[in-house]
């Protein structure tokens, strides 16, 4: 049971991940990119978001002067 070879796959597999986060914690770079796109993400949801609480405003408006065009914000 000493030698179990499902053991020494999980060992090496941890020791792997752990290899891959001290690389990942090292490079600002990566880093940097990685808030960078976050932030694009993040803006496109808003900005998502936004739209369509204007179609659910529009479409709950009864407004004949509405003629199906999203307000503007």
């Given at each position: 049971?000493?030698?179990?070879?499902?053991?020494?796959?999980?060992?090496?597999?941890?020791?792997?991940?752990?290899?891959?986060?001290?690389?990942?914690?090292?490079?600002?770079?990566?880093?940097?990119?990685?808030?960078?796109?976050?932030?694009?993400?993040?803006?496109?949801?808003?900005?998502h978001?936004?739209?369509?609480?204007?179609?659910?405003?529009?479409?709950?408006?009864?407004?004949?002067?509405?003629?199906?065009?999203?307000?503007?914000?």
């Amino acid at each position: 049971m000493a030698n179990n070879p499902r053991n020494n796959a999980n060992k090496k597999l941890k020791h792997h991940q752990n290899q891959d986060s001290d690389d990942f914690d090292s490079n600002p770079e990566a880093w940097a990119t990685l808030d960078k796109n976050f932030k694009q993400v993040q803006s496109v949801l808003d900005r998502h978001r936004m739209l369509i609480q204007q179609v659910n405003d529009n479409h709950q408006s009864k407004n004949p002067n509405n003629n199906g065009h999203h307000k503007e914000g």
